[in-house]
C-alpha cells in the first residue's frame, strides 16, 4: 500500500469519526460549553417539581387543620377544662352579655343576631373555636346523641317550620338561644313548642 493510498484512508476514518461524534453530541444534546442541555431542563423540571409538591402539601396540612378545628370533634383540653360547672360558668358569663338582644335575621352585633351567629359566637368568644355560620352546617359538625345524654355545652336543634333553629345546652333542661320573639334569652327544653320541634342535639366539646 503506497502514501496516497494510506493518506486516503486517514482522511476518511477522520471524517467518518468526526460526523459520528458530532451527531452523537447533538444526540445526547450537549451544548456548545460541554453542559448537557436535557440534563440541565430535566434537573430544572425536577426542582419546579419539588416546590409545587411541598407547596401542595403545605396546602393541603393548611387545609387540614383549618378543616380539623372547624368540622371535626375539637380537642379542648389545651383551651379549656373540661369541668362541666366551669363550662357552664363560660356560657352564662356570654349570656349576661348578650341578654335581651333582639332577634335579627343575619344580624351579628348586639344591634341584633340570629340563632346561629349567637352559637357561632359564644363558642369562638368562649372556646376559641371557629364555627360555621348557618344552622345547618352547625347541625352536621360534632357527635349526635340523644336528648337523655344532654351536657353542658352540647347544640340543640329544632325544626321551626320550613327552617331550622339551634340552641346551647346549658343545665336542668334549659338551653340559651337567640329567639325570634325574645331575642337571646334561656328557654326550657320541656316548653311545649320545643317538645314538639325538637330534631336532635350534637355534642361539639369533648
Known sequence: MNFKHLL??????YL????SY???EENLGMSDDGVNSTFRSASLEKTIKQKDSKYKKYRKDKNTQAKNKTFDDYDFQTNITSNKNSLNDELYDFYTQWEGVKYKLGGESKSGIDCSAFIRKAF???FDLEMPRTTTLQSEIGKE???DELEVGDLVFFHTGRSKHVGIYIENGKFMHASTKSGVTISDLDNSYFTKNYWK??????
Do not use: D, P, V
Request: proline share 0%.
Open 16 to 19: 467518518f469519526t468526526g460526523c
Open 201 to 206: 342535639a350534637q355534642r361539639i366539646i369533648n
Open 8 to 13: 486516503l484512508i486517514s482522511m476518511f476514518i
Open 22 to 24: 458530532k451527531n452523537m
Open 145 to 147: 346523641i340523644s336528648k
Open 124 to 126: 369562638e368568644e368562649k
